[in-house]
């Protein structure tokens, strides 16, 4: 049985990773599970009940005023031990978060494959968007498997050197999202 961890914490997030989730649920030799950090609480929860998502474990992190430092040092002390305790085989995070930098620096650190959902976008400005940018790029490093949603986005994978059997184009998986709700 393949053990897959979906993590995430924002409403962007729970929004692309929705249909991965359902079909991961759905699919045979897979326990699919599902942790949010709850980076954005409030619009995270809207889209959760929309899409029906339950999360598994819900590390409910988001607090006033955090800043980014916080935010992360927060995601990494209270993701670390449910790595531990989850033992997956791979990690999903999707987008360019504090939560997906984190989560895939914590999947390096704790040796658990990592897969970046959304992966190859760039502005070529680790300033623009700021902190997007670094954190999309840190998730590169340490990804194993980039489902990239373009061909361009592969072409700035295989420009970073990322060979070409560990990314997959999918597409834009909030047309999945779009509709799976427009159903």
């Known amino acids: 049985m393949l053990r897959v961890l979906s993590i995430f914490g924002t409403r962007p997030e729970a929004i692309k990773m929705a249909p991965v989730v359902r079909l991961l649920a759905q699919t045979p030799g897979v326990e699919a599970r ?6 954005h609480r409030q619009m995270l929860d809207q889209v959760l ?5 339950h999360p598994d ?3 409910n992190l ?10 992360t040092a927060n995601i990494l002390t209270h993701l670390d031990p449910v790595l ?16 997906v930098m984190a ?9 658990i494959h990592v897969g970046h959902v959304e992966a190859g976008l760039r502005t070529h400005d680790r300033w623009q968007p700021f902190p997007e940018e ?9 990804a194993d498997l980039h489902f990239a949603p373009t061909e361009h986005a592969r072409r700035n994978l295989r420009a970073e050197q990322v060979p070409d059997e560990q990314i997959v184009v999918t597409g834009n998986p909030a047309i999945d999202a779009l509709h799976y709700i427009t159903r």
């Not at 599902?34 to 980076?39: D, F, I, L, M």
């Not at 009940?49 to 998502?53: I, P």
């Not at 531990?84 to 504090?98: A, F, K, M, N």
């Not at 989560?103 to 040796?111: C, D, E, K, P, S």
């Open 34 to 39: 599902v942790c949010v950090t709850a980076q």
């Open 49 to 53: 009940e929309a899409f029906d998502v």
């Open 57 to 59: 474990i819900d590390l």
């Open 62 to 71: 988001m607090r006033p005023n955090q800043s980014l430092a916080e935010l």
């Open 84 to 99: 531990v305790e989850e033992r997956p085989d791979w990690i999903l995070v999707q987008g360019d978060t504090t939560t």
């Open 103 to 111: 989560a895939a620096l914590l999947g390096f650190y704790r040796r």
């Open 134 to 142: 670094v954190n999309r790029r840190i998730a590169a490093v340490t």
